[in-house]
């Protein structure tokens, strides 16, 4: 009975093998199905975003954004230095797919009264309870951008209690004019 029992078995692998070898070489004789939109534009959005974050002298008080139209990538945001909006615009360049690249990110002007606040407001909001988790990251969640005294934070945050909790603590920073709070909430 066992020797019977083993015989069947062995037939039915060695018939789900050669099923298998058989399904494999049949689709590697086809032709490989061209991409579909969507999914390319997903794709070729998460290959930028990536290249965007591995920029080295990104910073928190560093915003990019960026948009996909087709083959053409849209750089959008506002950098502190000149020469990260050239990084990313030649990084994103390189990536297959793309065929051009319109930079529209603003460089922030240079100000001694905003350098002051970008510290302090990175200081306070970063070493607020629950946010002092987020400095070992190699991209900060909250981006903190300061245009003649105006702060603005962009980024991701965990909830809304952080959310809020991000800007209060920002509109305590002696010197700001005003807080706008564009964090959103992951949901995931």
């Known amino acids: 009975m066992r020797k019977l029992f083993r015989k069947r078995l062995h037939l039915a692998l060695l018939f789900s093998l050669t099923l ?4 494999v070489n049949a689709d590697a004789r086809q032709p490989a199905a061209p ?3 969507a999914n390319s534009s997903a794709g070729l959005a998460n290959q930028v975003r990536h290249q965007l974050v591995m920029l080295p ?6 915003d990019l954004e960026f948009q996909v139209r087709g083959n053409q990538i849209v750089l959008l945001g506002q950098v502190v230095r000149p020469a990260l909006k050239e990084d990313a615009r030649a990084a994103v360049s390189h990536i297959e797919g793309v065929e ?3 930079n529209q990110m603003e460089v922030l002007p240079p100000s001694p009264v905003d350098d002051p606040i970008r510290r302090a407001e990175f200081r306070a909001i970063y070493g607020a309870p629950g946010f002092d988790i987020c400095l070992i990251r ?3 969640p909250i981006h903190i951008i300061v245009k003649n005294g105006h702060v603005t934070l962009e ?3 965990r909830s809304e209690t952080d959310r809020n909790l991000a800007a209060i603590v920002a509109n305590q920073v002696p010197n700001v004019f005003s807080v706008t709070n564009k964090l959103l909430v992951d949901n995931g």
Do not use: K, R
């Not at 298998?20 to 399904?23: E, N, V």
């Not at 002298?57 to 560093?62: A, I, N, R, V, Y």
């Open 20 to 23: 298998l070898i058989t399904a």
């Open 35 to 37: 991409p579909s939109t």
């Open 57 to 62: 002298f990104l910073s928190p008080f560093d």
């Open 100 to 102: 051009s690249v319109d």
């Open 138 to 140: 190699s991209v900060q």
């Open 155 to 157: 980024g991701i945050v």
